[in-house]
């Protein structure tokens, strides 16, 4: 969009052919003035101003302020590590700019750094900071999730199956008179013929996506279909909150807008309304998706062939037991017996034939250490419906 700009393209023009308003395009053109386009910034800013208040520190002087904190209170001669010590040895140390002792006081309070038991709020993680490569916006990620238990007077079911990428915040959404494994690699493969493959594909731990429950080592369709076209199928812990976040909002703002805004007769109606809506999420959407991370083409030589070995690596996110165990795939490892229920990750390389098990902290996203490995390879058996 700069690019076409800068190649002589007037505004209008560009705004039209991406798909933007005039302000749109006017505000990216403006960051980019006088600078190489490899170097500007291009991520997405709040709206107003400014992204933070005037008078807030910088990030780094709150973390030194932190650091010179447990330095004073381990090694100070005099025992003092309050806010007026640290800006004594900030002080001492040359930093600029100084902070003033009450705003000193209220970093130790925010960061949760004072010694009473107060309740400290801090910031959320990234978006899909259980994947480094997600969490570092490097690819993206698609969740996906069903809606249930709807009816059209009449006593026509309805079931949705719902989709959003975690960055672009890309949409779609298929209701049907019945969600099948066979129609949602069907939906998804429509899906991602026309946008484009994401790096994962997050679902829940629903048969329909996973696969049956009752045999061990069993991948279903939609895990074979996700590992063939490289794309690592990713399955949420059970009766867990916040990894769904994303389709979870996604799917009761389509029940808010589409289902109960309107009276439908038929799955048709219903259908052609939904659509609408999917477009016009998309449209509001259209900047976001611009500089979301790139999605790979679709292979053109795919063919589906659900009998080839899988290949690839699959995701599980599990919480371990009071043992420090963790049940998947029909089998119990025993990963950590001080890591009791807590989060992993659970990676198994089927090429490698390997599973690994690593740690997981929202108050630490990026310290995701190595808890265990074991070998594991999956049964060569061929795939029944």
Request: proline content about 6%.
């Amino acid at each position: 969009m700069v690019a076409a700009v800068r190649r002589g393209r007037s505004l209008r023009s560009a705004a039209r052919t991406f798909g933007l308003g005039y302000t749109t395009v006017h505000r990216w053109v403006s960051r980019a003035e006088g600078r190489r386009l490899d170097r500007v910034d291009w991520s997405n800013r709040p709206s107003g101003a400014s992204g933070k208040p005037a008078n807030r520190v910088a990030g780094e002087i709150e973390d030194e302020v932190l650091r010179l904190r447990q330095q004073l209170r381990q090694t100070s001669d005099l025992g003092e590590y309050g806010d007026v010590a640290i800006q004594r040895e900030l002080s001492r140390k040359k930093c600029s700019p100084i902070p003033s002792v009450r705003t000193i006081g209220r970093i130790l309070e925010r960061r949760g750094a004072l010694d009473g038991n107060r309740r400290v709020r801090r910031p959320a993680p990234p978006c899909g900071w259980y994947l480094p490569e997600v969490a570092a916006g490097k690819v993206e990620a698609d969740s996906v999730d069903i809606v249930e238990g709807l009816v059209i007077k009449g006593g026509i079911d309805v079931e949705i199956l719902n989709a959003i990428s975690l960055h672009g915040g890309l949409t779609a959404s298929w209701p049907r008179s019945a969600i099948t494994a066979r129609v949602s690699v069907t939906a998804l493969l429509e899906h991602w013929r026309q946008f484009g493959l994401p790096g994962y594909a997050q679902f829940d731990n629903d048969t329909r996506f996973q696969g049956a429950h009752h045999y061990p080592d069993n991948l279903g369709r939609v895990s074979r279909v996700c590992l063939s076209l490289h794309v690592t199928p990713v399955f949420t812990p059970p009766r867990e909150t916040g990894f769904q976040a994303a389709i979870e909002s996604y799917n009761g703002r389509w029940q808010a807008k589409v289902w109960r805004r309107f009276h439908f007769d038929s799955l048709k109606s219903l259908q052609d309304q939904s659509t609408r809506f999917v477009a016009a999420t998309r449209a509001r959407a259209a900047e976001r998706v611009l500089f979301a991370p790139p999605r790979r083409p679709f292979p053109s030589s795919w063919q589906q062939d659900l009998q080839t070995p899988p290949k690839g690596q699959i995701v599980f996110l599990r919480r371990t037991n009071d043992h420090g165990q963790v049940r998947l795939l029909g089998h119990t490892f025993r990963v950590d017996s001080l890591w009791v229920h807590r989060l992993v990750r659970s990676e198994v390389d089927l090429e490698s034939k390997t599973l690994r098990f690593f740690a997981l902290r929202r108050r630490e996203p990026t310290a995701q250490p190595l808890l265990a490995q074991f070998p594991y390879q999956l049964p060569l058996k061929p795939f029944q419906d």
